[in-house]
């Protein structure tokens, strides 16, 4: 089976920095994505890991370690609009992901 | 830009009823997914589909099954819709073979069965 553990919520101000972690326990493992989700909106695309290591898509970053089996999304320089619901993935083939319980962030002024 | 458009936003149906979700995307992808949401679950899937005709169960597929007799729309059907199907529906789709992680959701079907 598999398992993604994420935290519930996190509250931050404005232009901090907050870390959302990712384990997952899963085999066929192919690499790990992140989805953001606003109240009654889709689930949008953030990012992909397909290898270790950091990727870097403006504000946003997510890293993996395939050892660990582990990865986290950053969110910098945070902004209002980043109060979401985040989301890790895991692919385990031709894009079927298995999604994590999700991640509230509120950010506060 | 990928448009997945969901027949209903909103349905109310009574227990018993069969209840069908429409799916329909205009990008040619072929991999088609059926997801439900409710809250601190997260998404799960229910039934997926890599080309026409296609389908596999994914990881909560009792009670529902699915149809694609087109390449372009996937449907969700409740054969006899109970109380615990009352979530929100997701539909998703990407392009095959390509493992870049990347799905494409609809804006959803919230269903109520009473």
């Known amino acids: 089976g598999q398992s993604l553990e994420q935290p519930s919520e996190v509250t931050a101000v404005e232009g901090a920095i907050v870390q959302i972690n990712c384990t997952y326990q899963?085999?066929?493992?192919?690499?790990l994505s992140w989805y953001q989700q606003h109240d009654g909106g889709a689930p949008t695309f953030l990012s992909y890991n397909g290898l270790d290591g950091l990727e870097e898509t403006g504000r946003f970053s997510s890293f993996l370690s395939r050892s660990d089996s582990y990865g986290y999304l950053l969110l910098q320089e945070l902004q209002m609009k980043d109060s979401a619901s985040y989301f890790c993935?895991?692919?385990?083939?031709?894009?079927?992901?298995?999604f994590g319980k999700g991640n509230q962030v509120v950010v506060i002024p | 830009d990928v448009k997945v458009t969901q027949s209903s936003r909103y349905l109310v149906k009574r227990t018993g009823e069969k209840v069908f979700l429409e799916c329909v995307q205009d990008m040619d992808h072929e991999n088609m997914f059926w997801y439900r949401q409710d809250p601190g679950l997260g998404l799960r899937l229910i039934y997926f589909s890599y080309d026409v005709k296609m389908k596999e169960k994914g990881d909560i597929p009792e009670g529902y099954s699915v149809s694609r007799e087109k390449k372009e729309r996937f449907s969700l059907i409740l054969e006899s819709a109970s109380t615990n199907q009352t979530s929100m529906y997701l539909c998703?789709?990407?392009?095959?073979?390509?493992?870049?992680?990347?799905?494409?959701f609809g804006e959803g079907s919230r269903l109520t069965v009473l």
């Open positions: 993935a895991d692919l385990v083939g031709n894009n079927r992901l298995a």
């Open positions: 998703a789709t990407s392009s095959g073979g390509d493992y870049t992680g990347e799905l494409f």
């Open positions: 899963t085999s066929g493992f192919y690499g």
